[in-house]
């Protein structure tokens, strides 16, 4: 059974290099065009005849990505809610320069070995939202077919969260890995095995602006 892990396209914050967790920001023009080639790309791929399910983060920005998905593949949207943005509590809408200013203790150890359990100020920590969306995997691969595939779209850290799960990975490493807007990952569960077939496929995207690096560096 495999799960086609969808990251949304780019929104306002994205391209403002904004702190983004659980505001409900809405697509911009470039990331409905992002939406649009993703859902023509999937359509033509070879996962497209069996293509079973397609579910969304309740969040506008995956909701809208998750439509034109729909649109293209003759599937039905279903919301789930494990499948939302990591809570980022009072880093939602920051700067880079703003996140070093407000939360120095907090920002040391999100670039720590602590990575994985230090919690966002009045939000959740990766392990969190790894506790919250790995089962909703496993519960989809328990109700379709061993032969199916779904598409599944939500946001960076939840798929990073999930892709380290999947990989058996410490989640302070999750930056080893790119998940680009609009990417396409692949898990695959193959009776006892888990699979990563696909990382942050983003060649559907070819000739648009790419994501700015938004999330702040230490120095």
């Not at 983060?57 to 649109?71: C, D, F, K, M």
């Not at 930056?175 to 888990?194: K, N, Y």
Request: charged share 30%; hydrophobic share 40%; net charge negative.
């Amino acid at each position: 059974m495999q799960v086609i892990l969808v990251r949304h396209g780019e929104t306002a914050s994205n391209r403002d290099r904004l702190a983004l967790g659980r505001n409900d920001v809405p697509l911009n023009d470039l990331g409905l065009r992002q939406a649009r080639r993703l859902a023509a790309w999937l359509e033509g791929g070879p996962a497209r005849p069996r293509i079973t399910g397609l579910y969304s983060s309740p969040l506008a920005r995956a909701r809208q990505t998750a439509e034109a998905i729909g649109e293209r593949l003759g599937l039905t949207v279903v919301e789930a809610a494990e499948l939302t943005e990591m809570d980022v509590g009072e880093m939602d809408g920051l700067s880079g320069p703003e996140l070093r200013e407000r939360h120095p203790g907090f920002m040391r150890a999100w670039f720590s070995r602590e990575a994985g359990t230090a919690r966002m100020p009045g939000g959740e920590s990766l392990a969190e939202v790894q506790e919250r969306a790995w089962p909703f995997l496993e519960r989809l691969r328990d109700e379709h077919g061993a032969e199916a595939a779904v598409v599944v779209v939500s946001h960076n850290f939840v798929t990073r969260a999930l892709v380290c799960k999947a990989l058996a990975m410490d989640l302070a490493d999750f930056r080893r890995f790119e998940q680009e807007l609009a990417s396409v990952t692949r898990i695959e569960f193959r009776g006892p095995r888990t699979l990563v077939t696909a990382l942050n496929e983003t060649c559907h995207l070819g000739g648009l602006d790419r994501e700015p690096d938004y999330w702040a560096e230490r120095g």
